[in-house]
Every structure is written in C-alpha cells, then in structure tokens.
C-alpha cells in the first residue's frame, strides 16, 4: 500500500519529473489527461477497440506508478479518467494507497496546472507554493493563481 504524505508525494513527483526531458509537458491523447497512456486500434472482426503498450500518462499518474500503485489498477472502472481528488479517493477506497490532505491538494494543483498545458517541473514548483495553472481559451500561454487569494501572481 502507498502512503502519500506530502513529502513522499513530493519525492514521487520529482522523480517523475527527473524520468523525462527538461521542460516536459504532458499532451495526452486527443487532448484528455490519463494516468495510463496506451495504443488503440480498431478490430473489425470483434468490432472493439484493442489497447497496446500501456504506460504511465501523466504526473499523477507517473508519480502514483512510481510509488507502485499497478498499472492496471489505474485502468480499472473509470479511474484513468478521473479527476485527481476522485482517483485519490478511489484508490484509497480500494485500499491501495493513503493520503493526507497536504499531499492531495499538491497533486490537485499540479495535476490542474499540467492539464492547463503547464510544464511538469513548473506545474510542481507552483503546486508546493500553492498556485495553480490556468489560461484562457484563445491562448496557450498559462497564467497563475494563488488558491488562497484567488489573486493572479507572476
């Protein structure tokens, strides 16, 4: 079972981080966050889509991975689609993981930052000063909020 306390959720995330290029940021599949990425193709002959090489999707998910939370686990129900604070409770349910409410509103924010196009090292930086991602519609530039104030900050 994971235990998630802030500093081993911060730990997983920097590890994440480390596992790819500088400057990294997550562009899902059609544009939806997953915490599995995977191939899929349509079989004519079962009239199904098959799903080929599974691997980790995005920080939550890479950091979850990391920490040894199963693939497949993340893949079961509707869990890869989940919002962060949802697949967090999920889990815990099912009695994979714990958390604290420390590490789960850093993953939250991170994980609404990178959706908001955010680099993973950015979007971790923010998250531990309590700031999350966001932009406007007509521009991919991404801006800050401070989630106490609700003020936007440099």
Not at 110 to 128: F, I, M, P, V
Request: with cysteine; hydrophobic share 30%; glycine share 10%.
């Amino acid at each position: 079972m994971l235990d998630l306390k802030l500093d081993k959720a911060v730990e997983l995330v920097e590890q994440a981080i480390a596992s790819k290029p500088e400057g990294y940021a997550y562009k899902g599949p059609d544009g939806i966050c997953m915490y599995v990425d995977y191939d899929e193709t349509y079989n004519d002959s079962t009239e199904e889509y098959d799903r080929t090489d599974f691997r980790p999707g995005c920080l939550v998910g890479t950091a979850v991975i990391l920490g040894g939370i199963e693939q497949d686990d993340l893949l079961q129900g509707t869990r890869n689609q989940k919002n962060c604070g949802d697949l967090l409770a999920d889990l815990r349910y099912s009695g994979l993981l714990t958390y604290d409410q420390d590490a789960a509103r850093y993953l939250e924010l991170l994980q609404l930052s990178q959706d908001n196009g955010a680099t993973w090292s950015e979007a971790h930086k923010r998250a531990l000063k309590g700031q999350r991602g966001t932009r406007d519609h007509n521009s991919a530039d991404v801006y800050w909020i401070d989630t106490e104030s609700g003020n936007r900050v440099e």
